[in-house]
């Protein structure tokens, strides 16, 4: 079977989106453009370290070079959900995050799981024996709305208990700190904690 690479050049759409419950959601990253949609499965964290490394890189561009780089307090602008039906290619493994100065172009590229490989050097590679990819390429402006939405994405899920910081569900939470008492909520939590 040969590589599929899924390219996209300044897509309508490249968004963190995802499907189900807090405490059940599963993550995607989507990108549309030229009348096509591509969906990759990415773990929560994947989403949210892609998400902080981008934001770096947009705000070292803004200080390094000439870039027009939007400043990240703009507001999001597409808060719609993902394009159904929503059928991943794969599971991400590897990402790649870069820098086109020619072409003044965020470059992303996420990478199917292959436990075979783990060297960056298939990351960008055209290779015929590398790892299915997803390659976007995108205006800082574009970069940037990624960052805003998949901040807010990532952030939506379920609310941290103050004492441990494991997340609360909708049943309750069996927090270790309280030694087995399982309030019902945040604010029933609170009541405890604070007198």
Known sequence: MSRAVHE??????????????????????????????VSVRCEKQQAQILSEKMGALLDELAARTDATVPPAAHTVEDLEPLEMPVDPEFQVGTMGLGWDGEKNLVVVELLAMDPGATDESVVLSDSEDAPDALRVFLTPARARQFVLRS?????????PCPLCGEPIDATGHLCVRLNGFRPRSRGELVELIEP
């Open 151 to 159: 901040e807010k994405v990532v952030s939506a899920g379920r609310e």
């Open 8 to 37: 996209f050049h300044d897509p309508t759409r490249f968004i963190v989106g995802t499907v189900g419950q807090p405490g059940e959601r599963v993550f995607f990253v989507q990108a549309t453009g030229d009348g096509r949609t």
